[in-house]
Each structure stands twice: as structure tokens, then as C-alpha cells.
């Protein structure tokens, strides 16, 4: 067993821009035609010049062994760069869903290549780097459609389209989004997740409300509202700027129909009516939806966003 003190070398770790290269490579092909390449290589290289970090830097392992102080020494929480087949390599690092370390996992954050169905034993077994830790199961990306990997538990997927594209899809009448101007139904909100939650046992584990903080970063963005249904208060619609998979993006934060309003179609509205109160056609709607929430997905693709892709959990034994 992969001990602490015998983590693989750096020695030949990418830089962050070799990183984003890698991860290029492994996106969905209709992803390559929304976005200048040399732009999202530099958003991606941004993004991995944390991984570097993580590989690298002792200090900060120091701070999050005692940040999350799950037992092993402060250099079992580096990421790792460490071959995997003779054609494949990976970057690993130990997680923790909900930061809770009683559920770590093996995060494939980078691939030198995509993954395949056959380089998941081999995964596996790099990723006893982490045995420390005790991790039951690894994720790791692919662009390919669920169908390909059906016998794995997902996690979640992300749907994207050009807001341009989005805009022209029909809306009900009387369903009308405006500017949130505060926080105060939150509550609301909060009790409309209660209910589907009461209703399906299993949608914790696959969506939940955004923080009040959260929901406040949004206001000051101008990018949440309050959705309306026939004059009522209907629900929350919401995103934040950010790059998503290196895409320059308005990404959803909160998709929310209250109770009254759910089971009358009207969910793939309001990925139309966002679209249409964003100003930047050229950016992309995007956002993720667990793979086990099919009313979501649904509701997303019926709006016009693809499915791009996602990770999935693989067993560790």
C-alpha cells in the first residue's frame, strides 16, 4: 500500500497551461465552435494554476490538514501527477464531499488524455496514493453521453447553449421574471425545497437551495429574479459570470418553481426567460443538473442547452 512519504515525484508535472491543454482535449466537440480557443485555454489555464499549486505547495497542504484535520500528515493532501497506463496520465487529489472527512473521494481532476472505460482499473489503482484516507470511490470527467457510462453512479452534468440561442424558445403566458430586489423570500424558497424534498426522499443529495449569502452575490450581479406565475411569486432564476469549463458563461445558481407552479411545464421556460434578461448573447447559459434528476435535465433540454458532459463515481476496493 501507497504510503505518505512515497507520493510520485513532481518532477515532471505540466505547467498549468499544459494542463488546460489536456483538459481541452477531453471536452464535448460542440463546445469547441462557442468560444475563441486561445480565450478558453487562457481561462482554463488560470483555473489549473491551483492544481499546480496543490501539487506543490507544502504550506498549503499544512493548512488543509489542519483545516480538515482528517488524520494523515500534511503532505497526503498534495495532488499528485502520476502515470497511469503506459499512454495515460493523471492528476489526483484526495476530497471531501460537503468538506465533511467522514466522505472523502479521489478527485481525476486533469487527464493526459479522455478516459475510457478500460483506464478505470488503472485509476484505481493510482489512486491508493490516497489509502490513507480510506476513499470508497474516485470521479473523473468525460464528455460522453450518460447512456456510455449507464452502469457507474453520476454525478452531475453540465448543460449549456449560447444565450443567443436560447431566446427565441415559446413561454407561457402570464410566467414573467423580475429583478430580485432582496432577499425576502427566502423563506419561500426554502419551503419549496422542502416539499419536493418531502416528496422525493433523494433530492437532497442532488439539488439544493443556494445560500442567502449566495443569493445576495447574486442580486448585486443583476442576475437573479423573482419568477411570477399569474401575479403570484413563483419561484427563484438566477446565475453568476464565471467561466465554466472554461467557457465564458452566466451560470445558473438557482432554477426554482414553487409548488403551485411545478407540474405545468413550465421549468424549461425559464431557462429562456433568463436567457432573454441577460445582455451578452455571445455568452454561454450554463449549469449543472445531477444526472439522477431527470425532470431537470428535461426541463434544460427541452430549453435548447446541450449536454456537454459530467463526472461520474467509480467504486474504490
Given at each position: 500500500?501507497t504510503?505518505?512519504?512515497?507520493?510520485p515525484?513532481?518532477?515532471?508535472?505540466?505547467?498549468?497551461?499544459?494542463?488546460?491543454?489536456?483538459?481541452?482535449?477531453?471536452?464535448?466537440p460542440?463546445?469547441?465552435?462557442?468560444?475563441?480557443?486561445?480565450?478558453?485555454?487562457?481561462?482554463?489555464?488560470?483555473?489549473?494554476?491551483?492544481?499546480?499549486?496543490?501539487?506543490?505547495d507544502?504550506?498549503?497542504?499544512?493548512?488543509?490538514?489542519?483545516?480538515?484535520?482528517?488524520g494523515?500528515?500534511?503532505?497526503?493532501?498534495?495532488?499528485?501527477?502520476?502515470?497511469?497506463?503506459?499512454d495515460?496520465?493523471?492528476?489526483?487529489?484526495i476530497r471531501?464531499e460537503?468538506l465533511?472527512?467522514?466522505?472523502?473521494?479521489v478527485d481525476?481532476?486533469?487527464?493526459s488524455?479522455?478516459?475510457t472505460?478500460?483506464d478505470?482499473?488503472?485509476?484505481?489503482?493510482?489512486?491508493?496514493?490516497?489509502?490513507a484516507f480510506?476513499?470508497?470511490?474516485?470521479?473523473?470527467?468525460?464528455?460522453?453521453?450518460?447512456?456510455?457510462?449507464?452502469?457507474l453512479?453520476?454525478?452531475r452534468?453540465?448543460?449549456?447553449?449560447?444565450?443567443g440561442?436560447?431566446?427565441?424558445?415559446?413561454v407561457?403566458?402570464h410566467?414573467?421574471?423580475i429583478?430580485?430586489?432582496?432577499?425576502?423570500?427566502y423563506a419561500?424558497?426554502?419551503?419549496?425545497?422542502?416539499?419536493?424534498d418531502?416528496?422525493?426522499?433523494?433530492h437532497?443529495?442532488?439539488?439544493?437551495?443556494?445560500?442567502?449569502?449566495?443569493?445576495?452575490?447574486?442580486?448585486?450581479?443583476?442576475?437573479?429574479?423573482?419568477?411570477?406565475?399569474?401575479?403570484?411569486?413563483?419561484?427563484?432564476?438566477?446565475?453568476?459570470?464565471?467561466?465554466?469549463?472554461?467557457?465564458?458563461?452566466?451560470?445558473?445558481?438557482?432554477?426554482?418553481?414553487?409548488?403551485h407552479?411545478?407540474g405545468?411545464?413550465?421549468?424549461?421556460a425559464?431557462?429562456?426567460?433568463?436567457?432573454?434578461?441577460?445582455?451578452?448573447?455571445e455568452?454561454?447559459?450554463s449549469?449543472t443538473?445531477?444526472?439522477r434528476?431527470?425532470?431537470?435535465?428535461?426541463?434544460?433540454?427541452?430549453?435548447?442547452?446541450?449536454?456537454?458532459?459530467?463526472?461520474w463515481?467509480?467504486?474504490l476496493?
Amino acid at each position: 500500500m501507497t504510503t505518505t512519504d512515497q507520493l510520485p515525484s513532481t518532477t515532471d508535472l505540466p505547467t498549468a497551461a499544459e494542463l488546460a491543454a489536456f483538459t481541452l482535449e477531453a471536452q464535448h466537440p460542440a463546445t469547441h465552435g462557442w468560444m475563441d480557443r486561445a480565450e478558453r485555454l487562457g481561462n482554463l489555464t488560470e483555473e489549473h494554476e491551483f492544481d499546480v499549486q496543490l501539487a506543490t505547495d507544502l504550506d498549503l497542504a499544512a493548512q488543509r490538514a489542519e483545516f480538515l484535520n482528517a488524520g494523515p500528515a500534511a503532505p497526503a493532501y498534495l495532488n499528485v501527477w502520476t502515470p497511469v497506463r503506459s499512454d495515460l496520465h493523471a492528476m489526483l487529489s484526495i476530497r471531501f464531499e460537503g468538506l465533511d472527512v467522514t466522505k472523502p473521494f479521489v478527485d481525476v481532476s486533469v487527464t493526459s488524455r479522455p478516459v475510457t472505460r478500460t483506464d478505470l482499473p488503472a485509476l484505481a489503482d493510482a489512486a491508493r496514493v490516497y489509502a490513507a484516507f480510506h476513499p470508497p470511490r474516485l470521479r473523473f470527467w468525460s464528455a460522453a453521453p450518460q447512456v456510455d457510462w449507464a452502469d457507474l453512479d453520476p454525478d452531475r452534468r453540465v448543460l449549456a447553449a449560447p444565450v443567443g440561442d436560447l431566446r427565441g424558445h415559446p413561454v407561457p403566458d402570464h410566467l414573467t421574471l423580475i429583478p430580485t430586489r432582496d432577499t425576502g423570500r427566502y423563506a419561500d424558497a426554502q419551503a419549496a425545497y422542502d416539499a419536493v424534498d418531502a416528496a422525493h426522499p433523494h433530492h437532497p443529495q442532488e439539488a439544493r437551495l443556494l445560500s442567502a449569502e449566495d443569493l445576495q452575490e447574486c442580486i448585486d450581479a443583476g442576475t437573479m429574479f423573482d419568477v411570477h406565475w399569474r401575479g403570484e411569486w413563483a419561484g427563484y432564476a438566477g446565475t453568476l459570470a464565471y467561466p465554466q469549463l472554461g467557457l465564458d458563461a452566466q451560470v445558473v445558481q438557482e432554477l426554482l418553481l414553487a409548488p403551485h407552479a411545478r407540474g405545468r411545464g413550465l421549468g424549461a421556460a425559464l431557462s429562456t426567460l433568463l436567457a432573454r434578461h441577460l445582455p451578452d448573447a455571445e455568452q454561454l447559459l450554463s449549469g449543472t443538473i445531477h444526472g439522477r434528476n431527470r425532470g431537470a435535465l428535461h426541463a434544460a433540454t427541452r430549453a435548447g442547452r446541450q449536454d456537454v458532459g459530467g463526472w461520474w463515481w467509480a467504486p474504490l476496493r
